[in-house]
Every structure is written in structure tokens, then in C-alpha cells.
């Protein structure tokens, strides 16, 4: 057994052909044969391309590059259900903004700022419990809630492709690592599952941890402060926290994951960084430089320089979520 | 090829039998026969201490617990090396405690209280490179510097019977990981090579991290302020952010390593919690209660009602390090 265990970790680490019939969901085109092509170079050993196993780490953004992110981020409609459900406790928040705002559902009223707002609210509804129970919370309402248009779980309006990609780069040696500006608690007891990412490859904003012996026993309580937000320059900071290396692919789709996509492809070695731009209105959104949520505007503009691969979902993409079961 | 991979990935997710004939340096005697029982029931399907895979993960302190910690901290070696070398640009640290003990050689000047005044040091004299800068000037210490009694480089000072329990943790389908009150970024560099464990897998104390571009190239440039104290309380903080999941088995040393180790050992399933004992002193040292370095005094007292196993060094280690090549 053991023997045979060391043949097959031998084999698994030599470098694998780059499969590309398992991308299905991947219209032939462009931007397919270009990732494609640095697979294949990157797993070709002896080749100028190839990257040493040690090195195949990819980064990847979670809202709009993995899963939908619209009509709003869905760790905002977990945060917005979470505050109506503890409401019954705060009469006070009736007249407090932006507690107020979301009791009137009118999400509008929230501040505008995205994640770094976002963060400070998810920080006042998502603490004061053990790590494990709000663990509990989030897989609970993963089961229960349901997208406002598509009337599906969240975590079915993940990216059929991009499952397919996370699966296609496994197959290659790559790890796949989230980096995502979103609570890193909020993903981690669901991606697994969705995407095949354990929850130790995650990365994402964080808040304030305190270790408590609670009636003799040893636990993790969250408090209400912001201690990490993982977005913009924060991503960089949040690979070298975790990872310790520059990775060598990054995919993003917003501004948000700028700085990610340039320090990943400024590196002396092979790199690609590719973004997702929303254009299917029909089967997701169509959104880039006027989105409140996913603003994608500079990134967009500086693609070609840095070449960096933009897909069009609406022709790059032949489905867009997995089928439900 | 591919078929063939898959096969290998399924073998490699059974439970392998454990092979207690590789701890080749651990004295038979009741603790090795405890751990292997441990790891035996963990993987036996079917049994009622089972662990599944994802849940088996294995943390380690890292300094007197993999490697020694005497006569003082290794990278508190390295500090003093750096600021030696750094002192000629800086002519008012003559005058200047700690700085002022360190160029005199007085070390026993320096703040006592350990680890925490420690990284106050580390951020001063470990800041103002980039994350791969930094990472350099550790690779060249660990290949030129040498340890004050043994004469040999740092990194030959790790446990042989510790590496061989990294590796047949390994193969029994734990995640090894080493969860540190040391730099994340002094260990990163050489862990792989010494233990098999890579620098995603390592929690430590981390200083200021900044994203910047310097000459069109981002960059993560070290600032000289401290972000987080992976200590005592900081262990299982540390391994919430990093890890995301209560780990089943935890190897330490000293009081430092407390909590982590009752964090691990209170949960619900199957867990394990051992002590290294330094018992040792013809070998390599023997120190507990009273040691500056290392401390071990509140968790050797409560190790048999947390039913922790406490390792003797002099008894259970038929030899201490690894041969030099």
C-alpha cells in the first residue's frame, strides 16, 4: 500500500497534458485558447514557460468571478436577513441608520461605499458568537435563502465555466485559492463544496477574533471590529499573509481585484491574469463602469497593455450556472 | 493519464494503515504507542474515532517543539546578526538600549518578557525590503550562520524524530502545519525543505505588510510595526484566521503553546495534545520551569488531567538530529 501510495504521489506530481475538453462550458474562441496555451506551456517541463509545481498557485476573486454578484453582493443579502432577524432584539435600530434603511428594505439608503462599508455592518450582525455557530448560521441561511430573480440557492449561481476552470487547473497541478474582499467566515463553510476550495484556501476581509474559555471549554468569539479588509491594495497584503508567494494566474472582474491581476502579472517568471466582464444581461447582468456593485472600469482600460485575457460571458461562455439537482 | 491520476487520487484518500515502523528515532515506550494508537483509530473507517480527511489536521509549535530554542530563539539570532550588520549606517544605536546590549554582546540587556518584546525588535530590523528581499537575506543567514554550541547551521538543528512524525502524520492524510510565535516570514523560507511543510501551511507572527509600486512594480514592502502576536491567546486566533477549523491534534512545548493546545483537545470528537519535553541537557538541553526561553511550568502541571502526552526527550528519542550531509 505504501509503495504503491509513493508510486502514484510520484505520478501525480509529474506534469499532466492540459485537458481542455473538460472546459464544456468554454465556447471555442480566443480567450479559451489562450489560457489553454499557458496551461499547457506552464505544465510543459523543460519548455521556457513551464512552472515549477511548487509555484502553480492561482488566486481567485469570488463576487462576479466565481458566483453572480447582483443585484447586490450576497454576503449583503445574508447581512440584510441576519439584521431582520435580530431586529425583534434592537427596537432601537428603527430610527437608526442604516439599521433603519434595511428594516424599510430600502437597501438604497445604505452607504455607498461597497465592501469597507459593508464590512463595519457585517461587523455590528456578525458577532458575538463562537466561530462555530456563526459557521452554523451561515450554512443554515445557504439552505434556506433564495436569489430574488433566479429564485435559486446562492450557492447554485456559481459559474458552471469557472467550476470547470478551478477543476481544469486542479488537474494541472495549480492550487486554487479564493482571495475574495468578502467576509473569509461568510465562504468558508460553503466553498468547499461549490468549488472544491477548502476552507484553509480562502482568503478574504476579517473581523476581530478572541479566544474565550467559555464554561471550561476553549473557543473562538467574533467581536464587532474590522481587523482586515482583503480588497483593492488589500489582496496583495492578503496573499503574502496566507500564501507567502506571489502566485503566477489571478482572475478578477471588478477594479477591486486591480492590484491583485498587476501583482500577479508583474512577476519575472510566466503569469496570466484574466478578467471576467459581465455582458449577458439575458442569462446573468451586464454591467462595467457605471456598477455600483463590481465597479469595472480601469482594469478594463489597462487590459491590453497589461495583457491581461477579458472574457465575454455572453461569447465565451455556452451556459453560465450548473444545473439544479 | 488522466484515468490514471483519478485512480491514484482515490487511493490516496483511503485511509492508509498507519506505519509506525518509520518513527525510526522514537524509543518504543507508552508515549510513541499512544500517538500511534491515536493515529491508527483516526484512520480506521468504520472505527469510532475515525477523523475524515479534511478534518485531520495537525498543528506544531515550531520553536523547541520541531527545532531547538536555546540558548536563545534562532531568529533571535538572526536578529542580532541583522542588527549588527545594519549598524553601521546607524551610529546612534550605541547609546541606544536594546540596540546598545546587542553591539555589546549583553544580551541578557534585552527585554526578558519573550516573544512579544522580540517582535518589537523584529519590526524595527526585519522592515524596509520587499516580501522577496526579506526572504533572501533569511535564505542567506540559514546557509552562513552557525549555531554557538553545536557548530552547525540552524535548519540541521530540527527534531529527526519530529520530521519523521511530520511525515508519517503525512501519510496517514494529516495536514501538517506549524502554528509558531516566530516571523511567518523568517520561517517561509527554509520550511519546506526541513519539515515538507510549505509556506501556505505556516501561522505565525506577522509585522506591517504595505502594497506598493515601486518602478512600475508592485510590491510588498515590511513595515516596521507589529500586526499580530501568534502567542499563547494568538495561537488558536491564528488558527481560526488561517486554518478556518479546529485542528485534532497539537504539538508544543511550553506554556506558550496552552491554548492552542486546549483549544484542540476540547473538542468533541477524537484529539490529541503532546508535549516535548526538554529533558536532554548532554543531547541538547534540559529546561522547564524555569527556563527564560521556552517556559514549560502550568501546562506540565495540567498535562494529566488534559491527558496531554508529555514526551521525554532523554527517553522517548533514541537520537536528536538529523545526520549532516
Known sequence: MRVFSLICSTIAVL?????????????????????????????????????????????????GTLWTEQPMYFQAAFLFD??????????????????KGVLEGDFSALPANTERDLMELVAV???????????EIVRDWMATARHPRFNRPYDSLVFQPMVEMLDYLRDNG??????????????RPWVEKAYGIPPQQVVGS?????????????????????FFIDDKEGKPVGISRHIGKRPVIAFGNSDGDYQMLD????SAGAHLGVIIHHTD????????????VGLLQQALIDAPTKNWIVIDMAKDWSRIYPDLH
Chains 1, 2 share one sequence.
Do not use: C
Open 263 to 266: 501583482y500577479v502579472t508583474s
Open 15 to 63: 506534469p499532466l497534458p492540459a485537458i481542455a475538453q473538460d472546459l464544456a462550458s468554454w465556447n471555442d474562441g480566443p480567450a479559451k485558447a489562450a489560457i489553454v496555451d499557458f496551461v499547457t506551456a506552464a505544465t510543459s517541463e523543460n519548455g521556457p514557460q513551464w512552472i515549477a509545481p511548487e509555484d502553480r498557485i492561482a488566486t481567485f476573486d469570488n463576487d
Open 125 to 135: 450582525s456578525h458577532a458575538g458568537m463562537t466561530e462555530e455557530a456563526f459557521a
Open 174 to 187: 495549480f492550487q486554487t485559492w479564493i482571495v475574495s474582499g468578502g467576509g473569509v467566515d461568510f465562504m
Open 82 to 99: 441576519r439584521i431582520l432577524k435580530m431586529a425583534a432584539h434592537h427596537p432601537e435600530w428603527k430610527e437608526q441608520p442604516p439599521f
Open 281 to 292: 444581461a439575458v442569462r446573468e447582468y451586464a454591467y462595467d463602469k457605471e456598477s455600483k
Open 206 to 226: 476579517q473581523i476581530g477574533l478572541e479566544y474565550q474559555v467559555i464554561d471550561g471549554k476553549p473557543e473562538i468569539m467574533r467581536k464587532p471590529e474590522v
